[in-house]
């Protein structure tokens, strides 16, 4: 049977005005919801969000920053969230990047802003949960450790820092880069007394860090990191780091004892250079290599 050629037009301009009258939010929305959650979240949340920002919502992405907007609705090309993403404002996001978005992730985000980033409540839980954390078995492992990282600490210590290299020559954005250290090893596994990174965050050492505090990490965080390290600094399967034997360590600090600064227990040996060897209670300087053991061998001690 034919269908009237008037009839199919005014039945395929109903279908068009009903697929044109579904909320785009429900189309849209918990795509870019999924990818801000994947990749900015894990910075961009809570009180100590860089520059108040919060991408953990629709209300929170529409606020924007203390420093204004972040999206120009209707407008990607003035968003300044596109232009960070793109690399056309420095520094771009995601701020531990390479790698960064997918082209294709930005262009959901860009027609979307493009569309007057629309949004509904019905839709506002319809994007995907994050991952469930495993269940607490009572280890501290790097997944434990690395949003606080995310959050406080890559601003200055990523390759994407706001600097033109990472203070120190030190990366904190992954457990490779953590291991590995930057001028010196500010991990040494089992040992967080002896650990700059411990010791930076609690302000035995100076500067303390984050280096743009106050406020610095609360309690609990640097208590999770004191764990972390005490139990071996484990990967995300649970697995200790390997000691880095071999590696330098150096920090200042007060003599607690005739071999320890601030509680860090040093080794001394014939071959140890000592300059005005500083009696406790002293302030006093550090230089050392780490034993296969863990141990910290002094090589230098000096009053300071």
Not at 49 to 59: C, E, K, R, V
Not at 240 to 261: L, Y
Request: glycine share 10%; aromatic share 4%.
């Amino acid at each position: 049977m034919e269908f009237p050629t008037r009839a199919f037009g005014r039945l395929a301009c109903a279908i068009l005005a009903s697929a044109s009258a579904l909320p785009a939010s429900a189309q849209t929305w918990p795509e870019v919801a999924a990818i801000l959650r994947d990749n900015c979240v894990a910075c961009h949340t809570g009180d100590y969000a860089p520059l108040g920002l919060s991408l953990d919502s629709h209300a929170g992405l529409v606020a924007g920053s203390w420093n204004g907007p972040v999206i120009a609705p209707g407008d990607p090309g003035g968003s300044e969230l596109l232009r960070r993403l793109r690399g056309q404002s420095e520094p771009r996001m995601p701020l531990d990047g390479p790698p960064f978005l997918e082209d294709d992730q930005i262009a959901l985000i860009a027609d979307w802003v493009a569309a007057g980033a629309p949004h509904d409540e019905t839709t506002e839980n319809a994007a995907p949960a994050p991952a469930t954390p495993p269940a607490d078995d009572g280890r501290t492992t790097f997944s434990d450790i690395a949003p606080i990282l995310k959050q406080r600490c890559i601003v200055c210590h990523s390759d994407n820092s706001r600097y033109d290299a990472p203070p120190e020559g030190l990366r904190l954005t992954g457990l490779p880069e953590v291991l590995a250290g930057g001028d010196r090893i500010v991990v040494i596994p089992g040992n967080p007394e002896g650990s700059e990174l411990w010791r930076r965050i609690t302000g035995v050492a100076h500067p303390r860090m984050p280096f743009d505090g106050p406020p610095w990490l609360p309690d609990n965080q640097v208590e999770r990191i004191r764990a972390w390290i005490a139990e071996g600094a484990m990967d995300d399967a649970g697995t200790p780091a390997p000691i880095p034997a071999g590696g330098q360590v150096r920090f200042r600090g007060v003599m607690t004892g005739a071999a320890e600064i601030d509680g860090a227990a040093f080794a001394i040996t014939g071959d140890t250079r000592i300059d005005d060897r500083p009696p406790p209670g002293a302030a006093a300087e550090l230089r050392g290599r780490i034993a296969p053991d863990g141990t910290i061998v002094a090589t230098r001690l000096r009053a300071r």
